[in-house]
């Protein structure tokens, strides 16, 4: 129930295409998601984050989708770059149980590349 | 603002060998995080601190694992002896108290266990 499913591992898009990742959690208590993009030798850096009273969160070329009733949310990529080119995490947190529920659960990561 | 430092950046050892890895989080940020980060994996909490407490400990193996944080600032994990499966990118990240206020990660510390 603390799992968060991330898919594609991996994707391969054209300069300029849109780049689409998914993930599914199971445990409702979950109030807290967000996204991280990790360069090689570098930690995750968080890019954008949602809460699920909000169906859409959108920053810059970045926007998540949130699907409350399916427990599914998704980071979309517009006009992607070559520098966009990274592993990104989706995670998921209960932040208001606070102390150790409060931590992030990690999906397993998708390796983007965007070819020029 | 400076980030969370870490080091070693990298590191060389054989099995059974012991290791520690150092942790200096941003300024005044209470929470520490450790993680472990597996080649092809995300990352997973080893343990949490709350100033110089622990928070959440229940992923360490506490057989071979331990980790302080004296004086509430930087943190130091160990490892002791080191298994093969060891090896992964260790994480450190800081936040002022919940995940959602100023988490930050460091640049992490590659373990090769041979």
């Known amino acids: 129930q603390q799992q968060v499913k991330q898919s594609p591992q991996s994707l391969i898009v054209q300069k300029g295409g849109i780049s689409i990742i998914n993930c599914a959690y199971e445990n409702t208590a979950f109030d807290y998601f967000p996204w991280y993009q990790q360069f090689p030798g570098k930690g995750p850096a968080l890019l954008i984050a949602i809460r699920p009273d909000v169906s859409e969160k959108k920053e810059g070329r970045f926007t998540i989708s949130f699907n409350k009733s399916a427990k599914q949310f998704s980071l979309h990529i517009m006009d992607s770059q070559p520098g966009d080119s990274a592993t990104y995490f989706c995670a998921a947190s209960m932040v208001n149980y606070g102390g150790s529920q409060g931590n992030l659960i990690f999906g397993k990561g998708t390796k983007l590349s965007v070819k020029p | 603002e400076a980030g969370v430092a870490q080091s070693p950046r990298y590191k060389i050892i054989e099995k059974r060998q012991s290791v520690a890895f150092w942790c200096n989080p941003i300024?005044?940020?209470?929470?520490l995080y450790w993680y472990q980060q597996i080649l092809g994996q995300g990352p997973k909490l080893l343990i949490q601190f709350q100033n110089n407490g622990v928070v959440d400990d229940s992923q360490l193996p506490k057989d071979r694992f331990s980790a302080e944080r004296l004086k509430g600032v930087d943190s130091t994990l160990k490892i002791q002896p080191a298994k093969l499966e060891d090896s992964a990118v260790y994480l450190c990240?800081?936040?002022?108290?919940?995940?959602?206020?100023?988490?930050?990660f460091g640049s992490g510390t590659r373990l090769t266990v041979v």
């Open positions: 300024s005044g940020h209470a929470t």
């Open positions: 990240a800081s936040s002022l108290g919940r995940v959602d206020y100023g988490y930050t």
